[in-house]
């Protein structure tokens, strides 16, 4: 895993701040066995988070406040993760046998040849991959680059909250590690090519993984922020209003049939078309699986959708299959909103490396 900050804990928090909402995890672990201690959601105020950047800190560290009194988890370490938009990210190869110091001293002087920003500009990272295949006097390092604004804005609030950032990770190598997770409870193929699409109220993320790497990722302007729109416009309601129905029921007998379905066909064509974007940039026609992640993911009936338009196997994301939950974690809600925690558990297995 990527860090820009490299100082380790051994509790870490995974703190997930979206565009709507922040979610906090907090896993323990004894031999192979992982544990929920803590975990709780919190929803943002409007235009806190403008597309994943962070527009109003102190507004974020409220909530950060109110996810931390909410969970009663005494850490306050913790990890978060930026948009892999915002991250720059390069294979290079380098000499073999150099030590941390002497990667990092080199990988400094010949950045500026790989990154499009001044240098005293960005937060970057390395981690050695391993040997070359075609020499092995080299080896490969993936080289990550992130405008420090990006990450100082994260750490700023963090900070306001009285948490202390330990990592800074990128969003797709969080959800890399949640699907390693899912896929083992799960019995999925963890070597096949996996489309794993987050789609959240504001952004679907779409992040191919192939032999449990991560080879492609890309974000589109889609979530499930347009059906509540669609239910405010049809219904009168206000925003709360429109939110709290769309999770609870009791929407007019037309909502199934003017309105869910035409959302559902809308997302059934945000992934047939970020999928087709994937084919088109790569040597692949094809994936094996499909994993339904985010809050959108929850939705009754979508899985089978997806995999009945798209002829694959589709499941949606739980992090959490075959973990012991803590006597105060409300299991029932953990279980709903598991499609969308899929970043914050990444996060928190940080803890354990």
């Known amino acids: 895993m990527l860090g820009f900050a490299r100082k380790q804990q051994n509790r870490m928090l995974g703190i997930d701040i979206s565009s709507t909402t922040v979610k906090l995890l907090e896993l323990s672990k004894q031999g192979d066995r ?3 201690e803590s975990y709780a959601v919190s929803p943002l105020p409007p235009n806190a988070i403008i597309e994943k950047n962070i527009n109003d800190p102190e507004s974020v560290a409220e909530c950060l406040r109110q996810v931390v009194a909410t969970s009663m988890t005494k850490v306050k370490s913790c990890a978060v993760a930026v948009a892999g938009s915002a ?6 190869i380098m000499q073999a046998g150099l030590s941390e110091e002497q990667l990092e001293a080199q990988i400094l002087l010949e950045a500026d040849q790989y990154i499009p920003y001044p240098l005293d500009e960005v937060a970057i990272d390395f981690e050695v991959q391993g040997i070359c295949e075609d020499d092995e006097t080299s080896i490969d390092v993936l080289l990550a680059a992130c405008r420090k604004e990006n990450v100082d804005l994260r750490v700023d609030a ?3 909250a009285e948490l202390t950032p330990a990592v800074v990770d990128v969003e797709a190598y969080a959800v890399e590690s949640a699907f390693d997770l899912f896929a083992r409870n799960a019995g999925l193929d963890r070597n096949a090519t996996v489309a794993v699409v ?3 109220s504001t952004m679907t993320t779409l992040s191919v993984l192939s032999e449990g790497q991560t080879i492609y990722t890309r974000e589109q302007l889609f979530g499930g922020k347009q059906l509540t729109e669609e239910i405010q416009r049809r219904y009168g309601m206000t925003e709360e209003e429109a939110g709290f129905a769309k999770k609870a029921g009791g929407l007019p007998d037309d909502y199934a049939l003017e309105v869910l379905s035409p959302f559902q066909e809308a997302v059934i064509q945000q992934v047939t078309r970020s999928l087709q974007f994937f084919f088109s940039s790569s040597q692949f026609d094809e994936v094996d699986h499909v994993v339904l992640a985010g809050g959108v993911a929850a939705m009754d009936g979508l899985a089978a959708l997806v995999e009945d338009k798209l002829g694959k196997s589709t499941s949606v994301a739980n992090p959490f299959l075959n973990m012991e939950v803590a006597s ?3 299991a029932a809600a953990l ?3 598991a499609p969308a ?4 558990c990444g996060l ?3 803890s354990f490396d």
């Open 34 to 36: 992982l544990r929920v």
């Open 87 to 92: 991250v720059i990210t390069k294979m290079i």
């Open 158 to 160: 963090l900070e306001f």
């Open 198 to 200: 987050d789609i959240g």
């Open 328 to 330: 105060k974690v409300d």
């Open 335 to 337: 279980t709903n909103d």
């Open 341 to 344: 925690m899929m970043i914050a």
């Open 348 to 350: 928190a297995l940080r």
